[in-house]
C-alpha cells in the first residue's frame, strides 16, 4: 500500500482532511496548537486566506502588522502572521516554497472588470467566496481585509510596480501553519482564470488539520 506523501512530516493525529475543490471556498476552526497543512495538489494554484480570532472575530489577520513586524513583503518559514491586536494568530512553521504573498489582495467582480473589460464582470472571484463562507458565521463584506496569497508569486519590480506572474509551486507542494491561538481560517481556492496566478486553470487543493 503506498504511503500517503502529503501527510510526511506531520505530526500528530489527523482530525479534517479535505480536498477544496478548484473555485471553492473552505471555513474551518483551528484550536491552538493544531497544524494545518496546505497542499497545493497539481500546482501553481493560489489560495487567498484570512484568519480571524475564534473568540472575537473583530480581532482579525493584519497584513499591516505582520509586514511590518518582520520587515519585510514577503511570508516565509518562521513568519508570524499577526493581528490588528499585534498578536501572534498563526506561524508559518514549514514551506516547501519559498515565500507566499500578502500584498497582492483578493480577485473581485469589480476587479475583474476594471483589469479584465465588462465581459468577466459575471466571474466568480475570491472576495465572493469569502463572503459565501463568512456569511455562515454572521460576518460581512466589511470583515474582509488585507489576506494572504499562499503560493501566489507576486514580485515587487524595481520602480516599486507589483506583478502577477507565474507561480513558484508545483503539484504536491505544501505550507504548514501552527495556530498560535483559537482561530477561524477562511479560504479561497482562487477561481481567477484572467492572469497567471493559477496558470489559468483553477485546481483542487488539499486541507488537513492535526492536532
Known sequence: MNADTHLSGLAGAVIHDVIVPARAPWLYHVAAGQTLRIVDLEGNQAVDFLLYSAADDAERYSAQDTVAAQGNLFLRTGTVLLSNEGRPMMTIAASAVDYHDTIGGACSCESNTLR????????????????????????????????????????VEPDGSLGIVDGISAPGLTVDLRAEMDVVVVVSNCPQVNNPCNGFNPTPVRMIVTA
Open 116 to 155: 479584465y473589460g465588462h465581459h468577466t464582470k459575471a466571474e466568480h472571484a475570491c472576495v465572493e467566496n469569502f463572503l459565501e463562507a463568512n456569511l455562515t458565521e454572521g460576518r460581512s463584506k466589511r470583515d474582509i481585509v488585507s489576506n494572504i496569497n499562499f503560493f501566489m508569486n507576486v514580485p
